[in-house]
Nanobody, 123 residues
Framework: QVQLVESGGGLVQAGGSLRLSCAAS????????MGWYRQAPGKERELVAA???????HYVDSVRGRFTISRDKIKNTLYLQMDSLKPGDTAVYYC?????????????????WGQGTQVTVSS
C-alpha cells in the first residue's frame, strides 16, 4: 500500500504561483511513476503532468511552459510548481502513484490517489 498526502493548495490571483507537494509513504518501492491530475466542477478528472522513475516528464498542452513537475526521491515527495496561473486552472488537484497515464488495466501496477487539494485562481 502507498499513502499520498497533498498540500500547498489555496487561493491565488491570476498570474500568481503555487507549489503543490505530495508526500508518499508505505511501499515506496512499488512506485514506478507519479503524476498530478485535476478535476474541475462538472468535468472529468484529467492528467496535468506525469513523471516516471527514469525518463522525461509529460505535460498536457494547457499547462506546458507554466507548470513543472519534479520528484525528490530522498524525501519521497512529488511537487508541482504552478506559475502564471489562470482561472481555468481552478480545480481539485490529486497526486497519483502509478498513474493510469503510463499503464491502465490488467497487469499494471496498482494506482494510488491522494485526497486532493483545492486550487482556486481568481480573475
Amino acid at each position: 500500500q502507498v499513502q499520498l498526502v497533498e498540500s500547498g493548495g489555496g487561493l491565488v490571483q491570476a498570474g500568481g504561483s503555487l507549489r503543490l507537494s505530495c508526500a508518499a509513504s508505505g511501499s515506496i518501492s512499488s512506485i514506478a511513476s507519479m503524476g498530478w491530475y485535476r478535476q474541475a466542477p462538472g468535468k472529468e478528472r484529467e492528467l496535468v503532468a506525469a513523471i516516471p522513475n527514469e525518463g522525461i516528464a509529460h505535460y498536457v498542452d494547457s499547462v506546458r511552459g507554466r507548470f513543472t513537475i519534479s520528484r525528490d526521491k530522498i524525501k519521497n515527495t512529488l511537487y508541482l510548481q504552478m506559475d502564471s496561473l489562470k482561472p481555468g486552472d481552478t480545480a481539485v488537484y490529486y497526486c497519483a502513484a502509478n498513474p493510469p497515464y503510463y499503464c491502465s488495466g490488467y497487469g499494471c501496477p496498482t494506482h494510488y490517489w491522494g485526497q486532493g487539494t483545492q486550487v482556486t485562481v481568481s480573475s
